[in-house]
């Protein structure tokens, strides 16, 4: 049977501002879609709601794996469940060894029912697995004993990011602009990175404002988001489409969600 | 009074620091503080006169003072504490003359681990008195003396003399005039010209009997070039009264000499730690505090060090845990009396469930004592709104030609990192837990091995059932 994570009808707001008014969507595992649309469009707000953070308020919808309800589940559980998000802007963690958090975070994927406290996987087995993924990344060892995304460049937290993806083999993986901030070498090792992963074996959602995270992730669709709705959906060259002509067509085509998009906006601006 | 260790408790680990064994006491004083009882301890130390008449006009001082009107709030019956006990006739030569009951204490509290690798530098103070401890051989013949503080006014009297009550005279404060008049146990040594000692002394003493008061007294004297690191560890039972903990460590680091001197206390919720902590730091030597405090129900207590020749330096990294009913006043002073010389205080704090930590600092320069720099950093952490934090820096600066900085920050623990955290599956307890041990984790890294072992567990143990 196929896994899938289910999005139907999902309103979100964020300090009682709505941003998504109505998303749907469908990702099977094995499945790579790319999620595109202009700054603002709620392309990030989609991904911290299906990842669970407490300030994303689900007002209404639902977001369901495999069936079961899972919008009331905290960000633990849907990480255990098989959800992954590479972030954006990675939190840092001072003193906190790479190492060290991703031994506890690994143990604890791969054993949902894990307790506090209970026994983590043993080091030598986590240390030649974690080499080996660096390897592969080609990545420093030395890196691994770095805080966790503490003083990285951009570079490095996004490469960080990828890294824990691979240790931690989730079964849904959306990654938020792993493409931003890289330049055009470490683009092409994220994606290739992230190919040899197991995309195959992932459901990928790529937001992105880019083709090149996409030349070696070939989406099986690609997904446009204007004021918080997913307004159009295409195959690889509608991605390619909306990197080279941008969104004159898709807002001309979709007034209404257009206007959305202003008012969303405009109430940023204000809150700056 | 003694509850039944063997008591089960679906706790386990978290209780391993909570139980007491009960006491077997040879001697104990009365209950009360005057002179009498003052008498009565010196006399049964068997200590010469002019040791008796320091005690004695040190309780005349501690009367005379007032009690402090800073720091946190002291309520304390000074009538209603045992100022002496001694727990067994002789002092433990080797292991297997300790009793078997202190033996046991030392298993609950997970010692042997350390026991086995530092058998012979291990002393430990039991109650009022060291009851064991072994000089390791090679020590003994570089000429280190290294011995609990009773055993060296009999044996030791002329170096002793020298430096005891010097560098914190009993006037200094009135808890360092009360230790002066009861003061029991603590560690003496002695590390001889150019000796460096390559593996901490260590020392591990707890408070083992009800109302009682701990009041010992430490003197380390590192002559020129020579090199020593002391660690004391200190987990305590809990009990339902007060009782009161009142140190004095004073130490002495001759030109070009280094001392490191590390303290991890783990008190119980009721007790009053105050404690006078200074060195005096000459020629090029270096001093370091490190200094960990964890439970009680107020601890003072602001290590120093007095840099009084060129080119000395001062070093105080301190950490502060407090959760509930607890208040951690502590801090560090540096003074700065000749040129040249440097200084620097990292200071972090934990306050959660209610519990209160202040910074409270002072780096003074005094005048003439040109190009000196002094570098202050606090940080304080906050997990939840109950939680309180202050910072009281002091800066007292009489010279032109120095170079003085201070940073401080508070911050609490931020949504986004247990965000960050849970979406890699920990639990919100462990994201916490691990954002603390992180923020502690440049003290930890300064400790030897087991003590961070140890105190990473402790913070574990504090920070279970936080959250959530």
Redesign the interface.
Known sequence: MAETLKITDLHVAVEGKPILRGVNLTINRGETHALMGPNGSGKSTLGFAV?????YEITSGSISLNGEEIAEW???Q???AGI??A?QR??A????KLAD?LR???T??RN?ERR??AELIPMRQFRKELTEKMEHLRMDTEFARR??NDGFSGGEMKRAEIL?MAM?RPKFAILDETDSGLDVDAVKLASESIAEIGGDQMGILIITHHDKLLERNAPDFTHVMLGGRIVETGGIELATELYTEGYDRIRAAYPEAAEAEQEMVGKEVEAV | MATDVTEENALGEINKYDFVTPSHDVFKAEKGLNADIVAQISEMKREPDWMRDFRLDSLKIFESKPMPKWGGNIAINFQDIYYYLKPANEQGRTWDDVPQEIKDTFDKLGIPEAEKKYLAGVKAQFESEVVYGSLQEDLGNQGVLFTDTDTAVREHPEILREYFGKIIPPTDNKFAALNSAVWSGGSFIYVPPGVKIDFPLQAYFRINAEQMGQFERTLIIVDEGAEVHYVEGCTAPMYTTESLHSAVVEVIVKKNGRCRYTTIQNWANNIYNLVTKRAMAYENSLMEWIDGNLGSHLTMKYPAVYMMEPGARGEILSIAFSSKGQHQDAGAKVVHCAPNTKSRIISKSISKNGGRSSYRGLCKVEDGATGCKSNVVCDALILDPDSRSDTYPYIEVEEQDVQIEHEASVSRI????L????????????ASS??V??????LIKELPMEYAVEMNRLI?LQM?GSVG
């Open positions: 990842m669970g953070h407490p300030g905290d960000a633990t849907r990480s255990r992954f998000m972030f990675p939190m963690i001072p003193g906190v958090f506890h975070a690994t604890n994927v949902p506090e406290g805080y966790v824990q931690l | 931020g949504e986004e990192q965000f960050y955290l849970m979406s890699r599956g920990l639990t919100e307890a462990e691990m954002i041990s992180g923020f502690i984790e440049p574990e279970e």
